[in-house]
């Protein structure tokens, strides 16, 4: 499986915001994010950083 899971950074620190992130839709205001199950969630945010690699999308409030 290629899913990743996407953390807010909040200062320091990450937080898990979704696991198993399929899609990553960038919008005017943020980004929708979809996971391998259909469920959708949008946050104002950036990409701050993506390692696939290590499957871990790092966002960072807008």
């Keep these: ?29 943020g980004l929708k ?3 391998i199950y259909g469920k959708q969630k949008f946050i104002r945010a950036v990409i701050k950083d993506m390692n696939l690699l290590n499957h871990r999308i790092v966002l960072e409030k807008g």
Excluded: R, S
């Design 33 to 35: 994010i979809v996971d």
């Design 1 to 29: 499986m290629c899913e990743a899971n996407a953390y807010l950074k909040d200062g320091a620190e990450e937080v898990l915001f979704m696991e198993a992130v399929d899609i990553i839709e960038p919008h005017e205001e």
